[in-house]
């Protein structure tokens, strides 16, 4: 073999032992966060999928029970109220929060200036409040007779006899303003982020063409902020899934479960009634809902990212 041969060939064994090494680091800086994915991720959602097959005994005993526990969910009444809640709270909500929240972002940064940072702040203030301080600021509000939402109403006639909340035919609506009022200031963030982002010549082109006022906002820079639309859109959905605290601490999912939604649903059944199976069938049954509406919206919305981490044209 020639010395040229030789010199070649170390030289490719030490590309491939630095292509070893460098792709062993690699997989070591992963291994914390595969870890922590395996630990209270992967693991949480088997050991619960495995416990939906199963019922409790009156002894403690935990016997195998096949498909009954997803029988006994579907065939349950409340199941398709919750159904019927989550459908009207993602309807509503989401649009209406990216509405208000797009018309929010539009003005603070077209309109404010000296101000600009305390609107954003006072809009903003909601989405990091506690829960618990949202719930009983609300149930205030709501109260009849000397609630503000009364004091509003009774300038128009009208006098509550009972809370909004309290009312089955209006407790879902109810909860949906709140979560709209909490939320919106999210939205309002997210255009914020994609108005500062626009490119300046575009929208000088567009000004230069005659666009102006809603004309620039409507033809422009609406189709410009669609990144940060679907990303509200599959944000909300899966938010409105996860809905929890708001309804738990405000109503419990009543009265008469009128506001029951997914999660106080599971709650009820898995640590109230102690009927796990039937919390854990529920709970597989809301992560298939979850995954396959996600997977909808990424197919038709078009929300594919690139390696580089724009989205495909």
């Known amino acids: 073999m020639s010395a040229e041969a030789m010199r070649a060939g170390a030289a490719v064994a030490a590309v491939r032992r630095r292509s070893a090494s460098r792709a062993s680091t690699l997989y070591l800086f992963a291994l914390p966060a595969t870890l922590l994915f395996v630990v209270f991720v992967a693991y949480p959602i088997l050991w619960v999928a495995e416990q939906s097959f199963y019922a409790g005994r009156t002894d403690g005993a935990a016997v195998f029970a096949g498909l009954a526990n997803y029988r006994s969910v579907l065939s349950d009444p409340t199941f398709w109220i919750v159904v019927r809640n989550m459908a009207l709270w993602c309807v509503i909500t989401i649009p209406v929060q990216m509405l208000i929240g797009g018309l929010l972002a539009y003005f603070i940064e077209r309109h404010t200036h000296a101000l600009r940072g305390f609107f954003r702040t ?6 990091v409040t506690s829960v618990s301080v949202i719930s009983l600021v609300w ?26 909340i309290g009312d089955p035919k209006t407790a879902i609506y109810a909860l949906i303003v709140v979560n709209i009022w909490q939320w919106t200031g999210f939205s309002m963030l997210m255009y914020i982020a ?42 909300g959905v899966i938010g409105t899934l996860q809905t929890f605290p708001i309804v738990h601490l405000m109503t419990g999912g009543g009265p008469n479960r009128a506001s029951e939604v997914f999660g106080t649903f599971i709650f009820k059944q898995s640590f109230v009634l102690g009927d796990t199976g039937s919390g854990a069938a529920l709970s597989v049954i809301v992560l298939v809902i ?18 580089a981490g724009k989205e495909k044209p």
Not at 122 to 127: A, I, N
């Open 139 to 164: 149930v205030q509000i709501y109260a009849p007779y000397y609630g503000i939402a009364q004091e509003y109403l009774r300038h128009v006639g009208i006098v509550m006899m009972t809370s909004p």
């Open 290 to 307: 979850a995954l396959a509406l996600s997977l909808i919206q990424i197919a038709v919305l078009g929300a594919r990212l690139s390696p």
């Open 194 to 235: 994609g108005i500062a982002n626009l490119p300046s010549e575009v929208l000088d082109a567009a000004r230069i063409d005659g666009a102006k006022g809603w004309r620039l906002a409507v033809h422009v820079i609406v189709p410009m902020l669609a990144p940060a639309t679907k990303s509200l859109l599959l944000l």
């Open 122 to 127: 006072m809009f903003f203030l909601p989405v």
